[in-house]
C-alpha cells in the first residue's frame, strides 16, 4: 500500500502512476492501449497529463493494472511499490522538484489556452 511517497498526489501526476502501472504490470503502451480498444496516441495522452480518461475507461485501467481506483487518481491506496531506492536523496529531491514544476506548468497551459479563448472571443466581439 502506497499512501505517500513516489507516487503520491504532491511528487507524481495522474500520468506517472498511470505509466509506473502500466510498467509494473509488464504491458507496453501499445498492449495496454490495445487491451483498452484505445488509440496509442489517447494511451500516451493520458500517460503524458495532455488528457484524462472517462469514468469508465478509469475502472478498466485500474482493474487491467491491478491498482486501487483512488490510487490511481490520488496515490492513495493501492498501487505498485516505487521504483527501487537506488536514487540518492538529492536525486529524488530533483525528481519530486521536477514533477511538481511540471504540474505547475500543466496548469500555466491550461490558463493560457483559456486567456487565448477569451481573447479571440473579444476580438471576433470587437470586429
Do not use: C
Request: no cysteine; glycine share 8%.
Amino acid at each position: 500500500m502506497q499512501d505517500h511517497g513516489y507516487y503520491s498526489e504532491t511528487a507524481a501526476t495522474f500520468g506517472d502512476r498511470l505509466a509506473g502501472a502500466r510498467e509494473g504490470a509488464g504491458l507496453s503502451q501499445e498492449a495496454l492501449a490495445t487491451r483498452l480498444g484505445v488509440e496509442i496516441a489517447t494511451l500516451q495522452a493520458w500517460e503524458d497529463d495532455m488528457d484524462e480518461p472517462r469514468a469508465n475507461r478509469l475502472q478498466m485501467l485500474a482493474g487491467m493494472l491491478n491498482v486501487s481506483l483512488s490510487w490511481l487518481l490520488t496515490g492513495r491506496g493501492d498501487g505498485p511499490e516505487a521504483p527501487g531506492d537506488t536514487a540518492t536523496p538529492a536525486l529524488s529531491e530533483i525528481l519530486s522538484e521536477m514533477r511538481v514544476l511540471r504540474a505547475e506548468m500543466m496548469q500555466s497551459v491550461e490558463r493560457l489556452a483559456m486567456l487565448e479563448k477569451r481573447l479571440k472571443r473579444s476580438a471576433e466581439a470587437a470586429s
